[in-house]
């Protein structure tokens, strides 16, 4: 029986939840079996099977997150991009076309510029701030429009009350990867979003030991692309549903000291004199700061930041720094550095990457569960070396 529950913290813990617990169990028990005994099912979607995205890990995983964001549905999927590229490619057919936000993770910038045109679609980057932009690429058959929350590596927030307004408009289905904010800070689905996505492998886990992603959005759409999902295979194993299941249970408190954190280290680096710039919407001096204090609940654990040596000084900084592991991906305990023009950005061009602000010298951070004062007191001597 589904209960209400009023908040996040709640409905972390219990939302989703089987009743009667199975065989009393207060953890969720892995279900490790590929198939179930025929019950009756007349649709194959519906017929028990890991790949077809309906064993209890899986659906118990399912109505979690549907209550976090206030969605109909949600569905939980092998990756972060098996939820991107799927959602695309449920909604977008042959000739189809996409407005999409500039400034993308690499994966998702990658899609687009390198497989699109095998698909038969089409895309158009646009500034998420300008409007103008907006409505310069629009097409008579653009179906959708993309952007993420915060963005990837530059922390940008973008018009999205204006970029919900003017998708509903022009009866352009709207898609958020929300990765970044997580539900503790934004929840798109309440700000009129229609899809809200996930790389569950960074914050929604915590524990940078799966990967998964997930989409939460109205029934409907959702049925849609898990029929997609189906078909494509790009479904979560029962083992790394159970490790999600439990990671999600501690996002609250998780996120909630990555936003202080990642806060007061922004304002430490932003005063270092070997800092040319640090990008961080908790920051007064960002531009969209005013806009994510209205929209968001929290800024975020994850920063980046130039150092006035370029790329060499980068190396250098990294290589001093003794508490942060040097690795890609984000939202785990561990705090992780990476340059993004070696790794999560790799794929762009160096032309594209310097156009749209990502320098060679840029520094991604993601703010982890250590002491504050020890991270801070770490990054100080590296910057000083």
């Given at each position: 029986?589904?209960?209400?529950?009023?908040?996040?913290?709640?409905?972390?813990?219990?939302?989703?939840?089987?009743?009667?617990?199975?065989?009393?169990?207060?953890?969720?028990?892995?279900?490790?079996?590929?198939?179930?005994?025929?019950?009756?099912?007349?649709?194959?979607?519906?017929?028990?099977?890991?790949?077809?995205?309906?064993?209890?890990?899986?659906?118990?995983?399912?109505?979690?997150?549907?209550?976090?964001?206030?969605?109909?549905?949600?569905?939980?999927?092998?990756?972060?991009?098996?939820?991107?590229?799927?959602?695309?490619?449920?909604?977008?057919?042959?000739?189809?076309?996409?407005?999409?936000?500039?400034?993308?993770?690499?994966?998702?910038?990658?899609?687009?510029?390198?497989?699109?045109?095998?698909?038969?679609?089409?895309?158009?980057?646009?500034?998420?701030?300008?409007?103008?932009?907006?409505?310069?690429?629009?097409?008579?058959?653009?179906?959708?429009?993309?952007?993420?929350?915060?963005?990837?590596?530059?922390?940008?927030?973008?018009?999205?009350?204006?970029?919900?307004?003017?998708?509903?408009?022009?009866?352009?289905?709207?898609?958020?990867?929300?990765?970044?904010?997580?539900?503790?800070?934004?929840?798109?689905?309440?700000?009129?979003?229609?899809?809200?996505?996930?790389?569950?492998?960074?914050?929604?886990?915590?524990?940078?030991?799966?990967?998964?992603?997930?989409?939460?959005?109205?029934?409907?759409?959702?049925?849609?692309?898990?029929?997609?999902?189906?078909?494509?295979?790009?479904?979560?194993?029962?083992?790394?549903?159970?490790?999600?299941?439990?990671?999600?249970?501690?996002?609250?408190?998780?996120?909630?000291?990555?936003?202080?954190?990642?806060?007061?280290?922004?304002?430490?680096?932003?005063?270092?004199?070997?800092?040319a710039r640090v990008n961080y919407p908790g920051l007064e001096s960002q531009p969209g700061h005013n806009r994510a204090k209205k929209l968001f609940e929290g800024f975020g654990g994850m920063l980046s930041y130039e150092l006035k040596?370029?790329?060499?000084?980068?190396?250098?900084?990294?290589?001093?720094?003794?508490?942060?592991?040097?690795?890609?991906?984000?939202?785990?305990?561990?705090?992780?550095?990476?340059?993004?023009?070696?790794?999560?950005?790799?794929?762009?061009?160096?032309?594209?990457?310097?156009?749209?602000?990502?320098?060679?010298?840029?520094?991604?951070?993601?703010?982890?569960?250590?002491?504050?004062?020890?991270?801070?007191?770490?990054?100080?001597?590296?910057?000083?070396?």
């Open positions: 029986m589904d209960r209400a529950f009023r908040r996040l913290e709640t409905k972390l813990i219990h939302a989703g939840e089987p009743e009667p617990r199975i065989l009393g169990a207060v953890a969720m028990p892995i279900f490790q079996s590929a198939m179930f005994e025929y019950a009756g099912e007349t649709d194959y979607h519906d017929l028990k099977y890991i790949r077809l995205n309906n064993t209890p890990n899986q659906t118990v995983l399912h109505g979690k997150l549907a209550a976090l964001e206030g969605a109909e549905a949600a569905l939980v999927t092998a990756s972060g991009m098996a939820a991107i590229s799927t959602t695309l490619l449920t909604f977008l057919s042959v000739g189809d076309h996409l407005l999409a936000q500039d400034t993308l993770y690499g994966g998702t910038h990658d899609f687009l510029t390198r497989d699109f045109a095998s698909f038969g679609l089409s895309f158009d980057f646009v500034d998420a701030n300008d409007p103008g932009s907006w409505e310069a690429r629009l097409r008579p058959e653009t179906k959708a429009f993309y952007v993420e929350t915060i963005t990837n590596p530059l922390m940008q927030v973008a018009d999205l009350p204006g970029i919900v307004q003017f998708a509903r408009s022009r009866e352009l289905l709207s898609i958020i990867d929300n990765t970044f904010a997580t539900p503790v800070n934004y929840r798109p689905l309440e700000h009129g979003f229609d899809l809200s996505l996930h790389s569950c492998t960074k914050y929604m886990n915590g524990h940078s030991d799966i990967v998964a992603g997930a989409v939460m959005g109205r029934r409907d759409l959702v049925d849609r692309i898990k029929h997609k999902l189906d078909h494509l295979g790009g479904s979560l194993d029962p083992h790394a549903a159970f490790l999600l299941h439990r990671g999600m249970k501690t996002l609250s408190v998780r996120v909630r000291y990555q936003n202080e954190s990642a806060l007061e280290i922004a304002r430490f680096l932003e005063g270092r004199p070997e800092i040596g370029g790329a060499d000084a980068a190396k250098r900084f990294i290589a001093a720094t003794e508490l942060p592991i040097k690795a890609p991906s984000l939202g785990g305990v561990e705090t992780l550095l990476t340059q993004p023009a070696l790794t999560s950005h790799a794929g762009m061009s160096r032309e594209d990457r310097q156009r749209l602000g990502i320098t060679d010298g840029l520094v991604r951070m993601s703010v982890g569960l250590e002491a504050t004062e020890e991270l801070l007191e770490d990054l100080g001597q590296a910057l000083t070396k």
